[in-house]
């Protein structure tokens, strides 16, 4: 495995831990609702999309290093 699909694939299990950080955070906000966990949510949700962003973009600035 190359640095580059390495580097690729770490980024996309921050983006699935920051997924599933956001739903825990949601259930949090269900059981005890604070608001402090719903913001925590919609952070860890926008910071999943922008590392599948920063991820989509990595991949295509790299294609042309070989």
């Known amino acids: 495995m190359s640095l580059r699909w ?3 694939l770490l980024i996309l299990l921050s983006a ?3 997924v599933l950080f956001g739903v825990w955070c949601l259930d949090q906000y269900r059981q ?3 608001v402090a966990n719903l913001i925590a949510a919609v952070g860890a ?3 999943s999309l922008g590392l599948v962003v920063y991820d989509s973009w990595f991949l295509r600035k790299t ?3 070989r």
Request: without cysteine; negative net charge; aromatic residues 14%.
């Open 16 to 18: 699935a831990l920051a």
């Open 32 to 34: 005890e609702d604070g």
């Open 45 to 47: 949700f926008v910071t």
């Open 63 to 65: 294609r042309t290093l």
């Open 6 to 8: 390495f580097h690729a």
